[in-house]
């Protein structure tokens, strides 16, 4: 490479370019560098490649500096001052030196690309060039072109954008070097050629147009160039005028020509502010040619105006829009100045009676008219300011023919009108016959525009009617009703007028503003004024309201009140018209202020004032609160009842008069002084009404708390004190017991005249009781103040204070020894909870306090050796005792506890005891018909008038009803399998399902539920006791601890166990007990099968259940048992298991309808019953609460009793028969203990031996099927047995409830 660089240098000396290498140089030793580049490009060489790499390697590692030496456009060069040209930059770059184009295509050039020797051409390296030396014309042409294109395709950012033009500096000469410089940094616009033409001067600031012909708008914007806007270059213009030449000045008629047509295409285009720019920028400067030179804009006139012949008119301004001249101030009408020095004589100095020399202003008019829309604003603000028009002066009838010597302005004048002349306003001057003058014409619409009245304002037309011409007052007011209309006075609010204008009625002297009188006689009581009768029909013109403003009446009334009963009706009466406009603030006003007249209670009968009398000292004036309407037999004594008429009447209520006092008006004037008013009434029935008034409201007056916290207080209400005659005193000491109370009804007059006195009195509410308690009453009522018998005041009294009786009245009960038979309390409760649901079904559930059922469940009889019964009077010294038949104690623990005395009963004190217990409030009404109840049978009942029949059907509905509710959730159960079998289908992925095959299962088998011949009570012989063995875990093992039964007793859950499991060999034990199922039955069981299989889906075996469920029925039922439907399931295995049949009878019902069946072969049947009447009650609630569980029907569920054998519950055609002798040996004492454990163990006991039952609906013989349906029974009902055994444990233990059970018996046992 260095020869060949030598050989180019002196190339280049010989052809005497120096040291700058040409085109020519270069191209001439191409052939020889291509040779130098291929010498040094390496192939791949043969046999072994690795000879050419290692050759490669050792020629790219021998030279130590990072580059090399490369032929480039500039002669041999380094490879770091050789680029690589990616695009024809040697327009306005050709310094710098690049790989020539034959040379980039070389693999030696690659090479070098590939190790980073050779880079492309950067900004940098054009920015260095640019820095090197200034663009000539054709050179700055393509660098703009160059660099807008590279910003449009974002190659090259904003800044650096502006960092090359910074340093960009063109010639514009033709020869290089030569013309003017252009600094790109300094360049802001480029010019739009379509707005100012190429040809006229530009700011510095401004591209010429020549050099960014080829390059597009886009372009341009993106090197941040704007385009040239026309108002900165006419800043520019003028800025600059004075310096520029002649040809290009202003001050030429051709380019002030040329200017302004510039602006006149573009003033369309420009914004309202450019446009104000343009013509302040042009108005001071004379630019505009005119044919006497060039003159400013606001002084020179367009051609059209010829009025006079030296105006100076604009010429030589072909093509410049009319619009742009008017809007830069060009005159289309001559100054108003010119106008009035030259066609109007100065005459506004004329004295007064000085007859004008000149009448030109109609001409004046007329042509100012013609240019109307010429005329600027400021020469029409002038127009309106400046007097040019005289006024009509001439004798009456020929007005127009002289005018006045006083010029005025327009709108100081009125139209030509005969109407205003009468009023003596000043006529505008129009010469001419009658009706020459038109508001419609066109100087009629000019002289309008500057002001010309038509007609006189409201405010001139009041001065005239306020004046004290009365012939000029008088026709300004015709004027003003005639034309109101018309002129549209109807705007302006004459009612705000304060001059007094207005004549009254009755006084033509005076005159009043509109606000000073009224058109509505009737106010003139209050002393208001009234308009003239002849301008009624137009007050509203004037703004004259009927009425004056309510405020200022409601003043008056309270400033001076009526003082007779005349003025009164004629006041009120007035108020009473105008009730709808009397707001709360006046109502509130005149409700406190005393303006009602009324005489003091005897001056007249009436409450009037007597207006004849001449003395009305005894006049007092009372507020509308304090007084009441109308008159009351009642209460006028104690009130202030006024009448002044219907209308007066209305007016007072709505200030707060009133009909009648108010319920709290009364109640508080019966606490304040209830002495007082019981003296007016004179009466204590007319005193009670009153009370009872107030009781109907008692809710509304506990709302009002002060007032009620009063009447709590006072001693206002009235109380009965009963005082005894003479005889009445002897009797009660003679008589004693119920008999006393018998002989106050003696019908003797001797009697009568000596019979109590009631007497009346004010108490306070806590000295009063009242009487819930008529024998407690009878004993004490001599100390007793007792409120009326009447359930309103009764109510009333209590929520005041008062007391029953039965609160004060202890009573302290003395029982004797429990006698040793208990058998007629037994009868007695039994027959007490027959009649009670009959007693109880004559009353509403409000008045009951305990119904049949909680009574049943809450009611204990005991019989006593002797009653007696000790009253007490609480804070009196007094209290009697007496003997009793019977009586009641309650205990929060117990309940209540009936006692009565053996032998004779007496049925209306057991009717006193219950009827306390059954009803909330019992009255003596009740007792009597309890007793009734207790007496009567069912049949004299009946023959009476109780419907016995239809509440016996109403209870059959009852239970009816629950059968349903039971059938509904069968039905839901039902409706669950169906949902739990297409789930299982889902999840199983079953394309079709066979149907169910469904087969009947009847067969005349043995009773199930009953043991074979090979049980043990069939088999005598002793069989030795058995070790201790470890009990297997069934599926149900660990069942008693879940359920929370924590007995020791191995006995139960042996019984339990082997129930669940099946027969199990005979093992040599003996017991006292009861044989368990294992002892008692024999079988087989069946051994798994091999295999896994598919289970069966469980909603087919809840399915199973559920038909087991219901197939079942009562034992004595009509309906024809069939055994249920089943499906199959295949889980289920079969072995047999043979049970006898009963040989059981028919004894009686438990407490609860269950039946109860014993063995035919029991000697004494009533013994039996006697000796576990208790036991057998808490058996049959026992299994209800097992029929709880399964949903199972009561009825079919049955107990039965033998005296030996080996059957715990045995399964006859659906109904479930379940031993008692199991249940009395296993579980009676543990139940009776009253720990709720021992009612957990007998629960879970027979829950399980139901399932068994139950599980023989479905499958007769002891199975593996019937083990299988035994147990998903247990599983699917566990749930509920927890919950139930739940329930016992929260139970409370209570020894006592073995007494409340013992008298659980039907009255069958009777």
């Not at 597009?216 to 900165?232: D, M, R, T």
């Not at 109590?756 to 007793?784: C, E, H, M, T």
């Not at 444990?1289 to 009255?1307: H, K, T």
Request: charged share 25%.
């Amino acid at each position: 490479m260095a020869d060949l660089s030598t050989k180019i240098k002196r190339a280049t000396d010989q052809n005497g370019h120096g040291t700058k290498v040409t085109k020519d140089e270069i191209a001439q030793f191409m052939p020889e560098a291509l040779h130098n580049l291929k010498t040094f490009t390496f192939g791949e060489s043969t046999p072994s490649s690795q000879v050419s790499q290692i050759i490669e390697e050792a020629f790219w590692t021998a030279y130590k500096k990072p580059s090399i030496e490369i032929y480039s456009t500039r002669g041999v060069l380094p490879t770091t001052k050789v680029r690589l040209a990616t695009e024809n930059l040697g327009g306005f770059v050709e310094g710098i030196p690049v790989v020539p184009e034959a040379l980039v295509d070389s693999s030696f050039v690659s090479k070098l690309k590939e190790f980073g020797l050779i880079t492309e051409i950067t900004i940098g390296d054009v920015k260095q060039e640019l820095e090197a030396k200034a663009l000539t014309r054709d050179q700055l042409i393509q660098f703009i072109g160059w660099a807008g294109r590279k910003a449009i395709t974002g190659d090259i950012d904003g800044p650096t954008i502006n960092s090359l033009m910074d340093v960009a500096v063109a010639m514009t000469g033709e020869v290089e070097g030569s013309g003017d410089i252009i600094t790109l940094g300094s360049i802001k616009n480029y010019l739009n050629v379509s707005k100012i033409p190429a040809e006229v001067p530009i700011p510095p600031t401004t591209i010429p147009f020549q050099f960014t012909r080829a390059s597009s708008i886009n372009e341009l914007q993106a090197l941040g160039w704007e385009p040239l806007e026309v108002v900165p270059w006419l800043r520019f213009l003028i800025e600059t005028n004075a310096n520029r030449p002649e040809p290009q000045s202003l001050r030429s008629v051709l380019f002030a020509a040329q200017v302004l047509l510039i602006l006149s295409r573009s003033w369309d285009g420009l914004s309202q502010s450019s446009k104000a720019t343009v013509v302040s920028l042009l108005q001071p400067i004379a630019v505009v040619p005119t044919k006497s030179g060039m003159k400013k804009p606001g002084e020179a006139f367009f051609a059209s105006v010829k009025l006079f012949d030296d105006l100076p008119t604009v010429t030589s301004c072909p093509g410049v829009k009319e619009k742009f001249l008017a809007a830069i101030g060009v005159r289309k009408t001559v100054d108003l100045e010119t106008i009035f020095s030259r066609l109007l004589s100065p005459t506004a100095d004329a004295k007064q009676g000085e007859k004008p020399t000149n009448s030109r202003h109609m001409e004046l008019i007329k042509y100012l008219a013609s240019v109307r829309d010429d005329i600027p604003p400021e020469d029409l603000k002038r127009l309106k300011a400046t007097p040019i028009c005289p006024a009509e002066a001439g004798p009456k009838g020929m007005e127009a023919t002289q005018g006045s010597a006083r010029l005025y302005r327009v709108s100081e004048i009125f139209e030509p009108k005969d109407a205003l002349r009468n009023l003596g306003l000043p006529i505008l001057q129009w010469p001419g016959p009658p009706g020459s003058y038109r508001p419609g014409s066109l100087e009629g619409r000019f002289l309008t525009l500057l002001g010309i009245r038509a007609f006189p304002s409201v405010p001139e037309l009041i001065d005239m009617m306020a004046s004290e011409d009365a012939t000029s007052r008088e026709k300004s007011m015709i004027y003003f009703i005639s034309n109101h209309h018309i002129n549209g006075y109807a705007a302006f609010e004459v009612g705000s007028s304060t001059k007094p204008f207005l004549p009254l009625q009755g006084d033509d002297k005076r005159l009043v503003s509109p606000a000073e009188c009224f058109t509505n006689h009737e106010c003139a009581v209050l002393g208001f004024s009234i308009l003239r009768r002849e301008l009624h029909n137009h007050a509203n013109k004037f703004g004259v309201a009927m009425d004056p403003p309510m405020t200022e009446c409601v003043n008056r009334l309270v400033a001076k009140p009526p003082q007779s009963r005349r003025e009164a009706i004629t006041l009120f009466g007035y108020f009473a018209s105008r009730l709808g406009e009397l707001g709360q603030n006046a109502v509130a006003k005149i409700a406190d202020a005393r303006i009602v007249p009324v005489l003091a209670k005897n001056q007249t009968s009436n409450g009037y004032i007597n207006e004849k009398a001449g003395d009305h000292k005894d006049l007092r004036h009372l507020t509308p609160r304090q007084c009441y309407l109308g008159g009351s037999s009642n209460y006028a004594d104690i009130f202030d009842f006024v009448d002044f008429g219907n209308e007066a009447n209305a007016f007072l209520l709505k200030c707060g008069s009133k009909n009648e006092p108010t319920k709290f008006e009364l109640a508080a004037l019966a606490c304040k002084e209830p002495a007082r008013l019981l003296g007016i009434m004179q009466s204590p029935e007319k005193y009670l009404n009153l009370l009872r008034t107030l009781a109907d409201d008692l809710s509304m007056l506990k709302r009002d708390k002060i007032l009620f916290k009063q009447m709590r207080q006072s001693q206002f209400l009235l109380g009965s004190v009963e005082i005894p005659g003479n005889k009445e005193n002897v009797k009660g000491r003679r008589l004693s017991g119920l008999q006393s109370a018998d002989t106050g009804y003696d019908s003797d007059p001797e009697d009568i005249e000596d019979a109590p006195i009631k007497q009346w009195q004010l108490a306070l509410p806590g000295q009063i009781v009242v009487n819930d308690d008529y024998n407690g009453y009878r004993l004490f009522k001599s100390s007793l103040i007792c409120a009326p018998e009447e359930d309103k005041l009764e109510t009333f009294y209590l929520a005041l204070g008062a007391q029953t009786l039965g609160s004060l009245v202890q009573e302290d009960l003395r029982l004797g020894q429990p006698a040793e038979k208990q058998s007629s309390a037994v009868k007695l409760r039994s027959h007490v909870l027959e009649r009670s649901k009959l007693f109880l079904h004559e009353y509403s559930r409000d008045n009951i306090k305990h119904d049949s059922r909680w009574l049943e469940k809450n009611l204990t009889v005991q019989a006593v050796s002797s009653i007696s019964l000790r009253r007490s009077l609480r804070g009196h010294n007094l209290s009697h005792t007496e003997k009793r038949s019977a009586a009641y104690t309650h205990d929060r623990h117990n309940g209540y506890t009936l006692f009565i005395t053996a032998g004779s009963l007496d049925t209306y004190q057991i009717s006193l005891a219950l009827c306390k217990i059954l009803l909330d409030r019992p009255n003596q009404s009740a007792y009597l018909t309890f007793e009734q109840f207790l007496n009567l049978n069912l049949y004299q009942l009946r023959a009476r008038g109780y419907n016995v029949e239809r509440i016996l059907r109403a209870k059959a509905a009852e239970q009816r009803i629950a059968e349903e509710e039971r059938r509904k959730q069968l039905e839901v159960e039902q409706q669950q399998i169906k949902e739990q079998e297409e789930l299982w289908r889902q999840q199983n992925q079953l394309v079709s399902a066979a149907p169910a095959r469904e087969r009947s299962k009847s067969s005349d088998k043995p009773m199930p539920g009953t043991f074979d011949s090979d049980s043990p009570e069939n088999s005598p012989t002793p069989r030795a006791k058995s070790p201790p063995r470890h009990r297997p875990k069934g599926i149900f093992s660990g069942l008693k601890e879940r359920l929370g039964i924590n007995s020791s007793s191995d006995e139960v859950q042996d019984q339990l166990q082997n129930f669940l499991d099946g027969p199990k060999p005979p093992h040599d034990h003996q017991s006292d007990n009861p044989p368990t199922y294992d002892e008692a039955s024999k079988g087989t069981v069946s051994k798994p099968g091999k295999g896994t299989e598919q289970v069966s889906s469980p909603h087919a075996v809840q399915q199973n259940l559920l038909n087991a469920i219901q197939s079942s029925r009562a034992h004595d039922s009509s309906d024809l048992f069939s055994p249920p439907n089943t499906k199959e399931i295949k889980e289920q295995a079969t072995y047999c298991d043979a049970t006898p049949s009963q040989n059981i009878t028919f004894l009686a019902d438990a407490s609860n309808g269950t039946r109860i069946f014993v063995d035919k072969t029991i000697a004494s049947p009533t013994g039996f019953l006697a000796q576990n009447v208790s036991a057998l009650n808490s058996f049959a609630v026992l299994l209800d609460d097992i029929c709880d569980i399964y949903s199972l029907s009561r009825k079919a569920m049955h107990i039965f009793y033998d005296e030996s054998g080996a059957t715990i519950a045995f399964n006859q055609n659906g109904s479930i028969f379940c031993n008692f002798r199991f249940f009395a040996q296993l579980h009676q004492k543990k139940m009776e203990s009253g720990n709720p454990e021992g009612r957990k163990e007998a629960a879970s006991y027979w829950w399980v031996v139901v399932a068994h039952e139950l599980a023989h609906n479905l499958v007769k013989p002891h199975n593996s099927e019937h083990s299988f349906y035994t147990e998903n029974l247990i599983a699917n009902y566990f749930p509920k047995m927890m919950a139930k055994a739940a329930a016992y444990a929260s139970q409370v233990p209570n020894p006592s409830r073995r007494a409340l059970a013992s008298g659980r018996e039907q009255s069958l046992l009777d």
